[in-house]
């Protein structure tokens, strides 16, 4: 299969259901697991959906295309206006929705923040605060374990941005954060729609974003005035001395601050929920980690972290719009159109990784999966700056956890999916059981 940009278009579009776009958006947002293996089944590794509010969409289940999407032109394939369901939350200057020189520019400022003398500096600090979260969980007693996730991960998060995690204005934007992303794929649609933010959940979600903007505004303003602004280290305060004419607008600091704290702790913390889930009915592999955690040994720790990803992807698809007509494998796909490389589909085939259904860490140790099989942090020039950080993070958590605890499953039946705004969480918090070792 081939994907380039054609001379003349004269291929048929992908095939795909002819369902009204409303009923296509709400099966895909609210039943995807169970809605994917059915379009593959039925139309192949390439389909087109009519997906609210773009309309235009087609996914992409295909290794070999998606590499070539991946390393296509980034004036050709827009990852960030293939993001724009998330604009009102993120606001148009977030590194996640520009797209050639203005994305360019947001990623060079924030790559500091994670680069590997950034991330060793970290260590200590997600370590410290992972023990004193792990020694309040209740021992012998069924919990949710995602919601204790959250809350370790958005701490970490908030010290990496702004340098402290103490004070009433902090304390607020935790739970102001938590609120405005605890919504669900019906949400999605106020969000788009300013009719619709006049009423119930859509005005209270509206209400939320902007009291966590007001929070925002008022650290930056109280952060420019700092005494010791230029010996912090934190992100906020990286940015607020950026040298040159380069200088970001409070603006521009709200929508970079806001992705890093709701992208920086949600997917870790889901995935490390994932993780928990899987080891608390599956004790050899989780005698493994335990083992793994004894001898410092850090690489199947990640392996762990790694495989959670892949069986629970966090997130189902990456996104591009397309600036001209591309053909993609027989297909023609003309310029607006939305194209998705489908984590899930991918991850899920056997031809990549065998016993797709089965948790096994080990698949990622030695050589591992093939190249560009496990994609959950997107791939090209715009995989995720933060993807290094997370795996940091998960492999710190796991290392801590299982040096403590062992864990167990309250219930065997396994975890349903829920849909939450973009991600894929435990519907039922992925609830366990530890105990002290």
């Given at each position: ?134 020694e309040r969980w209740p021992r012998g007693r069924a919990f949710r374990v995602h ?29 102001a954060l938590e609120q405005v992303i605890d919504i669900s794929a019906l949400d ?178 030695g050589s591992g999966p093939p190249t560009g099989s496990w994609f959950p942090f ?60």
């Amino acid at each position: 299969m081939a994907l380039r940009t054609p001379v003349r278009a004269h291929s048929a579009l992908p095939p795909g259901p002819r369902l009204p776009l409303a009923v296509q958006t709400v099966l895909f947002g609210a039943f995807r697991n169970s809605l994917l293996p059915l379009l593959r089944r039925r139309y192949g590794d390439v389909v087109r959906l009519k997906l609210y509010p773009e309309r235009s969409v087609v996914l992409v289940g295909d290794l070999g295309l998606v590499r070539e999407i991946f390393a296509g032109p980034v004036e050709t394939f827009h990852a960030g206006e293939g993001n724009m369901v998330l604009k009102p939350m993120l606001g148009e200057h977030s590194v996640l929705l520009t797209d050639e020189e203005q994305h360019r520019r947001a990623r060079k400022l924030l790559m500091p923040a994670f680069n590997g003398a950034a991330m060793r500096g970290y260590r200590d600090m997600v370590t410290e605060l992972t023990v004193a979260e792990l020694e309040r969980w209740p021992r012998g007693r069924a919990f949710r374990v995602h919601d204790r996730m959250r809350a370790l991960t958005l701490e970490v998060i908030l010290r990496v941005v702004f340098g402290v995690a103490d004070g009433p204005r902090l304390a607020e934007l935790r739970v102001a954060l938590e609120q405005v992303i605890d919504i669900s794929a019906l949400d999605l649609f106020g969000w788009h729609s300013p009719a619709l933010q006049k009423f119930g959940p859509w005005r209270r979600n509206r209400e939320r974003q902007q009291r966590v903007d007001q929070l925002l505004y008022a650290e930056i303003a109280e952060r420019r005035a700092a005494p010791d602004l230029a010996e912090r280290t934190d992100v906020l305060s990286r940015l607020l001395t950026v040298p040159g004419d380069d200088q970001l607008s409070d603006l521009e600091l709200r929508d970079q601050l806001i992705t890093l704290l709701l992208a920086g702790h949600e997917t870790t913390a889901t995935a490390l929920a994932w993780a928990l889930h899987e080891l608390a009915r599956d004790p050899v592999t989780a005698a493994a980690a335990a083992r793994a955690a004894d001898e410092g040994d850090e690489k199947y720790l990640e392996a762990v972290a790694k495989e959670a990803m892949r069986l629970r992807p966090i997130i189902s698809e990456v996104s591009r719009k397309l600036t001209k007509d591309v053909q993609v494998g027989p297909y023609t796909v003309p310029a607006g159109y939305m194209v998705l490389p489908s984590i899930s589909m991918i991850h899920a085939d056997a031809e990549h990784h065998p016993s797709p259904e089965v948790f096994d860490p080990a698949r990622f140790l030695g050589s591992g999966p093939p190249t560009g099989s496990w994609f959950p942090f997107g791939g090209g020039a715009r995989r995720c700056l933060g993807a290094g950080f997370s795996l940091l993070e998960a492999t710190i958590v796991l290392r801590e956890l299982f040096a403590r605890y062992r864990v167990s499953a309250p219930s065997p039946r396994p975890e349903r999916v829920k849909t939450r705004h973009i991600t894929l969480v435990p519907g039922d918090g992925a609830r366990i059981m530890v105990h002290r070792r």
